[in-house]
C-alpha cells in the first residue's frame, strides 16, 4: 500500500525518550509517508530530536507552536497538524508509543474504502490503575450522553486520540466550527464529532490494545476534566 497520500501528526510535549523511536518505526514501516511533529515548546530534547530526524528525512517535519507564540493545547496542536498538512489523509497519533504504529496500515485501509474518518478504539486497556478506569468510563458515559443530546455523530471510543481523517473534509469541517473546538483540552475527537450530524458521515473503527507508558509522564490533569466540561457546552 501506497503511504505517500498520508501524514501522521504527532503533538508532543516532553517526548524526547519517545520521540525519536516511534519517527523511526514509522519510516521503517512506511517509507513514505509524512510525518508532521507538532511541539508546544518542550522543555526537554523533543524538538531537537525531531529537527534533526527533519534534516535528514525530507518527508518528516517539525512546526514549533512556541515560535509563533501560539496558546499551548493538544486540541490546538491537532487542530493546526491537520490544517498544516498538505496530504489527502491524516492520521492523528499519541508520541508516546501508546497508540501501535501498525495499526497505521489498518486506519489507511479503511480512509480508503472512503470512510471521512476512521478511529483507533482501545479494546484493550491492561494495567490501568481502576481509579483513571472508573473517572475515564465515567466521562465517556456523560459525553456520550452530550452527543445524543447534541444529535452528533457517535463511534465506540469517543474520547480516541488515534484516529484518521480525510483532510480536506476536517479543514471545511472546522472553518465552520472553530469556537466549538477548545483547544487547551485533549479531546480533538469529541469536538469534532460534536459537529457533525448523527448518521451524516461514514465512521469506520479499527481495535487496538492501549498501552501503559513506559517512558516520559503523562500531561494528562485535572485541567484537562475542566477543558472536557467546557467541550461539553460550546
Ligand atoms: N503539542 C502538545 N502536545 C501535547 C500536549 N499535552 C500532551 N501532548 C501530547 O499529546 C499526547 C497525549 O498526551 P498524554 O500525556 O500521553 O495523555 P494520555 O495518553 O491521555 O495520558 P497517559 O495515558 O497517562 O499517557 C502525547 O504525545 C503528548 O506529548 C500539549 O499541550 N501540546
Ligand atoms: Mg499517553
Not at 517509507?31 to 527533519?54: C, F, H, Q
Not at 448518521?199 to 484537562?224: C, D, L, N, W
Request: glycine share 6%.
Amino acid at each position: 500500500m501506497k503511504y505517500d497520500d498520508t501524514t501522521i501528526v504527532l503533538p508532543t510535549y516532553n517526548e524526547g525518550k519517545n520521540i525519536g523511536k516511534l519517527i523511526g518505526m514509522l519510516l521503517k514501516s512506511y517509507p513514505n509517508i509524512s510525518v508532521l511533529v507538532v511541539d508546544d515548546g518542550s522543555k526537554d530534547m523533543t524538538r531537537e530530536v525531531a529537527r534533526k530526524i527533519s534534516k535528514l528525512y525530507k518527508n518528516v517535519k517539525l512546526f514549533d507552536r512556541s515560535e509563533e507564540e501560539l496558546e499551548r493545547g493538544l486540541t490546538n496542536s491537532i487542530v493546526d497538524g491537520l490544517l498544516l498538512a498538505k496530504t489527502k489523509y491524516a492520521i492523528v497519533m499519541d508520541a508516546d508509543l501508546q497508540h501501535p504504529a501498525e495499526k497505521i496500515a489498518d486506519i489507511k485501509e479503511a480512509l480508503g474504502r472512503r470512510n471521512k474518518i476512521v478511529v483507533a478504539y482501545r479494546a484493550e486497556v491492561p494495567g490501568w490503575a481502576l481509579f483513571r478506569w472508573i473517572v475515564s468510563k465515567s466521562l465517556i458515559k456523560i459525553a456520550y450522553g452530550v452527543l445524543v443530546i447534541k444529535n452528533g455523530s457517535r463511534c465506540r471510543d469517543i474520547f480516541s486520540g488515534y484516529f484518521g481523517i480525510e483532510t480536506a473534509f476536517f479543514k471545511k469541517i472546522y472553518q465552520s466550527n472553530k469556537s466549538r473546538f477548545v483547544g487547551e483540552g485533549y479531546k480533538a475527537l469529541f469536538d469534532l464529532l460534536k459537529c457533525l450530524r448523527s448518521g451524516s458521515v461514514k465512521i469506520a473503527e479499527v481495535p487496538y490494545t492501549f498501552h501503559i507508558r513506559t517512558a516520559g509522564e503523562s500531561k494528562a490533569s485535572s485541567k484537562q476534566v475542566i477543558a472536557l466540561f467546557r467541550s461539553f457546552f460550546s
